[in-house]
């Protein structure tokens, strides 16, 4: 499948980026459906997820910014008392084999380094993981399948191959870093030459498959910060996925606890893969904070976890399995996270 045609931009500072967003995006809230996919401008960084997606034609950009090169926006940088910033160019290797990060943030080296295969963690980075398009059987497929099957909401349609009758686009937000994300209570930092925002992460996605974060098309996520009070946590991720060696989730939990005397002094549980937005497991603190971990509790935890996931048939798996799934790995992730 060939490349659809567009022009290609490469800034060469963040500040350059900018002003080519200004320039060449619609620079409107970023439209739903249809129209967002069809015109416009498309940020690349490594390229893993929108080069396949334009040649499925998902997107036909008339415009392609690379950020590649823009220097500034790479790398782990610890605050000395504040936490990190971790520019979004950053790739999942890095981070993956970042001593700082194994050891303060440990639930985001695990999730970042189940991502696909070695390869494309060398070229995907931390804001294409965030920024990561949702997924479904009935959308990531060629323009030829497409046609021929029907085309949906997200993509050309009007209507949901998933829930046939409704109105809305049901497709699995599908990153691994995000869960870990939301554990450590990250936020994002979103730039446009209006100036720069910080958002917490779990503000950024809009539980809608089809416009499914808050980014205008003028904006680009340049940093995420990870805070201090979200350090020494012990973390671990499970993913299911149908090839073990590369594949995209299609369940997965992320757990970070902290403990004192024994205790569980505060926990975090997030899921992915199985809503169109990554989700914190609200009620987990709660059931968890000031008890220590049993099989039993894990195992309410875990069901409590299975109920906030709402799979639907979206990816390989069925969605009886996947939310299945999702009660094992929490239940096993909690376990093995208090025993760390
Ligand atoms: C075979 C295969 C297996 C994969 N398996 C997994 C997996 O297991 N888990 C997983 O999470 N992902 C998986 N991926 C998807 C992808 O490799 C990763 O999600 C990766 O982190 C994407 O980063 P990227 O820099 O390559 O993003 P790109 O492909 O460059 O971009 C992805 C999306 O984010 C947008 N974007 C990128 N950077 C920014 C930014 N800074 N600001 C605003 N928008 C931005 C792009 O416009 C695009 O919509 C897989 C991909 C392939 C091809
Ligand atoms: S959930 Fe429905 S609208 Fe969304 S991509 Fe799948 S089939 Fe299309």
């Not at 392609?64 to 926006?73: C, M, S, T």
């Not at 809305?168 to 925002?197: Q, Y």
């Not at 799979?311 to 798996?317: F, G, H, I, N």
Request: aromatic share 6%.
């Amino acid at each position: 499948m060939s490349l659809p045609g567009f022009k290609l931009l490469r800034p060469r500072s963040l500040q350059e980026t900018l002003e080519f967003l200004a320039k060449y995006s619609n620079g409107e809230a970023h439209p739903v459906g249809e129209q967002a996919a069809a015109r416009g401008l498309r940020v690349v960084a490594g390229g893993t997820d929108l080069i396949p997606s334009l040649r499925q034609r998902l997107f036909e950009p008339q415009y392609v910014l690379d950020l590649r090169h823009i220097a500034e926006l790479n790398g782990i940088q610890p605050q000395p008392g504040n936490g990190v910033v971790i520019g979004a160019l950053t790739t999942l290797s890095a981070i993956e084999h970042s001593k700082f990060l194994r050891e303060h943030y440990l639930v985001l080296v695990e999730a970042a380094a189940t991502v696909a295969s070695p390869i494309i963690r060398n070229m995907g980075t931390i804001g294409g993981n965030i920024c990561l398009d949702t997924r479904c059987l009935w959308y990531n497929q060629s323009l030829t399948w497409r046609k021929a099957c029907g085309f949906c909401i997200k993509k050309d349609g009007d209507l949901c191959h998933v829930a046939p009758g409704g109105t809305k686009c049901w497709a699995a937000f599908s990153g691994d870093t995000p869960p870990a994300l939301l554990c450590l209570n990250a936020e994002v930092e979103i730039a446009s030459a209006s100036g720069t925002r910080r958002v917490p992460l779990h503000d950024f996605y809009t539980g809608l498959g089809d416009d499914y974060r808050l980014l205008r098309d003028d904006e680009v996520v340049t940093r995420v910060f990870l805070p201090r009070d979200s350090a020494g946590y012990t973390g671990v991720y499970r993913k299911l996925r149908v090839r073990g060696s590369i594949d995209y989730p299609l369940a997965g939990v992320a757990v970070a606890l902290k403990r004192t005397n024994g205790h569980i002094s505060d926990a975090r549980v997030a899921i992915t893969a199985v809503n169109p937005a990554p989700l914190l497991v609200k009620q987990a603190a709660q059931m968890l904070v000031g008890r220590s971990l049993d099989e039993a509790l894990a195992e309410q935890v875990g069901d409590v976890a299975a109920k906030t996931a709402k799979p639907l048939t979206t990816s390989a798996l069925t969605p009886e399995y996947r939310r299945e799934m999702i009660r094992v790995f929490t239940k096993r992730a909690l376990l093995e996270a208090a025993t760390a």
